[in-house]
């Protein structure tokens, strides 16, 4: 599905000195391509799946785990595997961007809607400080952690560019319960009962 890069057992390369160099540069082409915003995503292959309108598609196969982190704008820590054995919605949005803004609402009411159900919601800001991103969570009363990935060195985007680069903002990627990814939205969330249905999936998916 994408180009083949060294990993480690956990699937995550772990760059220090001037391998964190590299990957750090890595993860701003990646983040380049997700502020692009709203711009519509090449169909990948493994698509087993795809909405009428081609911005939602779900895999046959979920790709490998994803391993991601990083410092939320509450200032606490979200660590992936934290969650291993549950579904995790992951958003990639910032703060001026229009369709995060008109998708907010639904994302809220779909992670209200499957609180305590084996799925966690994280969102992922691709581009700004805490004093960006914090009004943003007030005003559209996210109650889900967000990372800030810029000031982390965008290194959770370059974790899913190893599996499925996203490629415009909003994107949001469903994991399975191991955290492969098995689908994804580009563009905003307009169809709770299809997201709610591929979460569903996600929750029936093999561990």
């Known amino acids: 599905m994408t180009r083949r890069i060294r990993t480690t057992r956990r699937g995550v390369v772990r760059p220090t000195g001037v391998r964190r160099a590299v990957a750090v540069a890595a993860a701003m082409l990646v983040a380049g391509g997700l502020l692009s915003a709203c711009t519509q995503s090449a169909p990948l292959?493994?698509?087993?799946?795809?909405?009428?309108?081609?911005?939602?598609?779900?895999?046959?196969?979920p790709t490998k785990p994803v391993v991601f982190s990083g410092t939320t704008v509450?200032?606490?820590?979200?660590?992936?595997k934290d969650y291993l054995g549950k579904v995790l919605v992951v958003n990639f949005w910032y703060a001026g961007c229009g369709p995060c803004q008109r998708e907010a609402p639904a994302l809220e009411k779909l992670?209200?809607?499957?609180?305590?159900?084996?799925?966690?919601?994280?969102?992922?800001?691709?581009?700004?400080?805490?004093?960006?991103?914090?009004?943003?969570q007030t005003t559209y009363k996210v109650s889900y952690p967000s990372i800030l990935d810029s000031p982390n060195h965008s290194l959770v985007q370059y974790a899913f560019s190893e599996v499925l680069p996203p490629t415009a903002t909003p994107?949001?990627?469903?994991?399975?319960?191991?955290?492969?990814?098995?689908?994804?939205?580009?563009?905003q969330v307009t169809n709770t009962t299809t997201v709610g249905d591929l979460i569903q999936d996600a929750l029936k998916a093999p561990a």
């Open 111 to 136: 992670a209200t809607q499957y609180a305590g159900r084996g799925v966690q919601f994280v969102g992922v800001n691709v581009r700004d400080p805490v004093g960006q991103a914090a009004p943003f």
């Open 171 to 187: 994107t949001t990627m469903i994991l399975t319960r191991t955290h492969g990814v098995l689908a994804y939205q580009v563009g």
């Open 74 to 80: 509450s200032g606490s820590r979200f660590d992936s």
């Open 45 to 61: 292959p493994g698509v087993s799946y795809s909405s009428a309108d081609g911005d939602l598609k779900e895999f046959a196969t």
